[in-house]
């Protein structure tokens, strides 16, 4: 019976410690964000995986960092929108596109055909 017990100490002794191995491992390639006030960011949106459309973009945006809070809280806000928006940081990432004007929404060109020239 005390064969038994040793056994099972030394089981949850062997857990413990690759349970903490693991949790180095991990914590290790977690990858920090950080963003400051002013920066232009694009916001994962998750419901997208629910519905139908292969080409459509899962990242909404850009939006601009308005303030950044402990342990990865940002608050977002579109420059067409007063509404500010708390994100946690994991679902931004930076924006490399053209810089915003201040208040103005970005002008949308649709690309046509071209006329056909017929002889």
């Excluded at 100490?9 to 949790?23: C, D, G, I």
């Excluded at 960092?65 to 608050?75: I, T």
């Amino acid at each position: 019976m005390q064969e038994l017990e040793s056994l099972r100490l030394e089981a949850y002794e062997n857990s413990r410690l690759y349970k903490e191995k693991v949790r180095v491992v991990h914590d290790k390639n977690i990858k920090h964000k950080e963003f400051r006030p002013g920066e232009l960011v694009l916001l994962y949106n998750s419901r997208l995986r629910l519905m139908p459309g292969k080409m459509r973009s899962k990242w909404e945006g850009p939006y601009m960092v308005e303030k950044a809070e402990p342990y990865g809280v940002f608050h977002l806000h579109h420059p067409s929108s007063p509404k500010i928006l708390k994100v946690n940081g994991h679902r931004l990432k930076l924006y490399h596109g053209e810089k915003m004007k201040d208040k103005k929404e970005l002008e949308i060109f649709l690309l046509e055909d071209p006329p056909s020239v017929d002889n």
